[in-house]
């Protein structure tokens, strides 16, 4: 059974970093692209970030660009996403998920998805 276990979540106040992690059970790892999502209280789960298998290939929602960085290191099976500048709008549950191997910003083409970690940031 695939397993995503993402961890790093917090209260924070606005301006400062996190650093998300997610640790996949699925092998080999480098063939499947992850996307970072987010859901906000009340509101639908929405794209985030996603990077490819090799991590040749990146993406990320308007909002998030130059503040966000998404990584993957295949050896430890992990992804990763560096929240930097956090503003009190990026307060949301973060979920990893993971589909074939190419990248998609769309939650219904990914297979797996983690149980989510919190991030607050407080104004």
């Known amino acids: 059974q695939v397993q995503l276990v993402e961890s790093g979540g917090g209260l924070v106040q606005a301006g400062d970093s996190l650093r998300l992690s997610c640790a996949a059970s699925?092998?080999?790892?480098?063939?499947?692209?992850v996307g970072w999502f987010r859901q906000a209280p009340g509101k639908e789960r929405k794209f985030v970030a996603t990077?490819?298998?090799?991590?040749?290939?990146?993406h990320y929602e308007d909002s998030v660009k130059g503040r966000f960085t998404i990584s993957r290191d295949n050896a430890k099976n992990t992804s990763y996403l560096q929240m930097n500048s956090l503003k009190p709008e990026d307060t949301a549950v973060y979920y990893c998920?993971?589909?074939?191997?190419?990248?998609?910003?769309?939650?219904?083409?990914?297979?797996?998805w983690g149980q989510g970690t919190q991030v607050t940031v407080s104004s």
């Open positions: 998920a993971v589909r074939g191997l190419y990248s998609s910003s769309r939650s219904s083409e990914y297979n797996y």
């Open positions: 699925i092998r080999p790892f480098s063939r499947y692209a």
């Open positions: 990077i490819s298998g090799s991590g040749d290939f990146t």
